[in-house]
């Protein structure tokens, strides 16, 4: 248990700080690779759909029919799907428009005009943006994290696609905060600790949830993951995807992500 606790805040560490990387990309890129990003967000996509669907929605129904019996265990897990879309839907409702996560932003914005803007507008934006990203990535961390504890394997998944998922977050921070100060520094600092709060999240899974944790609370739990990732597939992966999509390229990486998905299922779980 101790090594899985290990693991499951490393890798948690890693998927929140890929909006770092993002920030970086923006830097040292001339403009967008949106085919990259397409397949990207397609492929992270297809992960987050199959698992939750094929696996982590199963688990959790197991854990709770075996703790609670048939029907109690079937509504119990229904009803903690649903309820974690509801966590997921509630905090996109409370996010202002001008700092959605879900805007998405190109590397050649900063670029198009050939110098910096001084606009408190554009700054605030920026630093919305990186509010938000640290809201949704908090129940991400706490996902992240139980998935390791409860089976390693389909905690790496998850980790790398959320990961993935962060990166154009990164981009979509520090585009708009470079712009408006000039400083590289700035944006990838705000960009960097926008990442922070999925960490955060594992923290506070360990220190909250930790003691409570049996196959209930680990259903429930995990009931809820497959909601939350489900949920940000459709409602931020697939649209971003699509929106910097050429020729079906999103879907053939949401196809590749659950064909990749379901290898890793049966050769390796």
């Given at each position: 248990?101790?090594?899985?606790?290990?693991?499951?805040?490393?890798?948690?560490?890693?998927?929140?700080?890929?909006?770092?990387?993002?920030s970086?990309?923006?830097?040292?890129?001339s403009?967008?690779?949106?085919?990259?990003?397409?397949?990207?967000?397609?492929?992270?996509?297809g992960?987050?759909?199959?698992?939750s669907?094929?696996?982590?929605?199963?688990?959790?129904k197991?854990?709770?029919?075996?703790?609670?019996g048939?029907?109690?265990?079937?509504?119990?897990t229904?009803?903690g799907?649903?309820?974690?879309?509801?966590?997921?839907a509630m905090?996109?409702?409370?996010?202002?428009?001008?700092?959605?996560?879900?805007?998405l932003?190109?590397?050649?914005?900063?670029?198009?005009?050939?110098?910096?803007?001084k606009?408190?507008?554009?700054?605030?934006?920026?630093?919305f943006?990186?509010?938000?990203?640290?809201?949704?990535?908090?129940?991400?961390?706490?996902?992240?994290?139980?998935?390791?504890l409860?089976?390693p394997a389909?905690?790496?998944?998850?980790?790398?696609?959320?990961?993935?998922?962060?990166?154009?977050?990164?981009i979509?921070?520090?585009?708009?905060?470079?712009?408006?100060t000039?400083?590289?520094?700035?944006?990838?600092?705000?960009?960097?600790?926008?990442g922070?709060?999925?960490?955060?999240?594992?923290?506070a899974?360990?220190?909250?949830?930790?003691?409570f944790?049996?196959?209930?609370?680990?259903?429930?739990?995990?009931?809820?993951?497959?909601?939350?990732?489900?949920?940000?597939?459709?409602?931020?992966?697939l649209?971003?995807?699509?929106?910097y999509?050429e020729?079906?390229?999103?879907?053939?990486?949401?196809?590749?992500?659950?064909v990749?998905?379901?290898?890793?299922?049966?050769?390796?779980?």
């Amino acid at each position: 248990m101790a090594e899985n606790v290990l693991l499951a805040f490393g890798l948690t560490l890693f998927a929140g700080l890929a909006t770092g990387i993002g920030s970086l990309l923006a830097f040292f890129t001339s403009t967008t690779n949106t085919k990259f990003l397409s397949i990207a967000l397609g492929f992270s996509a297809g992960v987050m759909i199959y698992v939750s669907m094929i696996e982590i929605f199963v688990k959790a129904k197991d854990a709770l029919v075996g703790a609670m019996g048939v029907q109690s265990g079937n509504w119990l897990t229904v009803a903690g799907f649903f309820g974690g879309m509801l966590l997921i839907a509630m905090i996109d409702k409370f996010i202002p428009k001008a700092g959605n996560p879900h805007e998405l932003k190109k590397v050649e914005e900063m670029t198009s005009s050939g110098k910096t803007v001084k606009d408190p507008a554009l700054l605030k934006m920026g630093t919305f943006t990186a509010l938000a990203i640290a809201i949704h990535n908090f129940p991400e961390g706490i996902a992240t994290f139980t998935s390791v504890l409860q089976d390693p394997a389909l905690g790496i998944a998850i980790a790398f696609a959320i990961a993935i998922h962060n990166i154009p977050e990164g981009i979509a921070v520090s585009v708009p905060v470079y712009f408006a100060t000039g400083d590289k520094k700035k944006a990838f600092k705000l960009s960097f600790l926008s990442g922070l709060s999925e960490p955060i999240g594992a923290i506070a899974a360990y220190f909250i949830l930790m003691p409570f944790l049996n196959d209930v609370m680990f259903g429930i739990i995990f009931a809820a993951v497959a909601g939350i990732m489900v949920f940000i597939s459709l409602d931020e992966l697939l649209p971003a995807a699509k929106k910097y999509d050429e020729d079906h390229l999103s879907i053939y990486g949401l196809i590749g992500g659950m064909v990749v998905m379901a290898l890793s299922l049966l050769l390796f779980i």
